[in-house]
């Protein structure tokens, strides 16, 4: 999680069976620390990197300290700030990376957010920040009109 105590960077997650945003992770492959699928899943959620250096988890871990982690059912949660977010961004501009999601690394998180390039393929398709708010979990988060005036800006205009 990057977070700046007042938001958190989430995606959209377009081909999930019921699509959703959530926050970045997933599984731990065989042979993985928490740290090191924290920081794969990461990169792949975040770029699309056509391919990762192996050296470069190892540089991130040294470079970027977690500020907290803790544990939310199966899932160990990292908490990192923005300024660690922005730190990545411009570790990965040492290494010659290819993205699925950019043309060019992004140089700061409004890049991050605003040139990520849409990609069928991708497992997030948007990025979006999020206010660290109390929610009612009994009511969706978002207003049911405002999703109807965000259905609207989709529909073409004639």
Request: proline share 5%; glycine share 6%.
């Amino acid at each position: 999680m990057f977070t700046n105590g007042t938001h958190v960077l989430a995606g959209y997650q377009p081909r999930k069976k019921k699509p959703h945003i959530s926050g970045l992770g997933g599984g731990k492959q065989e042979g993985e620390s928490y740290m090191q699928t924290a920081w794969r899943e990461t990169l792949e959620e975040l770029f699309e990197f056509k391919e990762i250096p192996k050296d470069l988890f190892d540089i991130i871990q040294l470079t970027i300290q977690p500020k907290d982690s803790f544990i939310t059912g199966n899932y160990i949660n990292v908490v990192y700030t923005f300024a660690d977010l922005q730190q990545l961004l411009q570790l990965l501009h040492c290494y010659e990376l290819e993205s699925n999601v950019y043309t060019i690394i992004p140089y700061n998180i409004t890049d991050l957010l605003f040139q990520r390039q849409h990609n069928k393929t991708a497992e997030i398709s948007h990025l979006c920040l999020l206010p660290l708010v109390d929610h009612n979990w009994k009511n969706p988060f978002i207003d049911a009109n405002f999703l109807k005036d965000i259905a609207a800006l989709q529909e073409p205009k004639n």
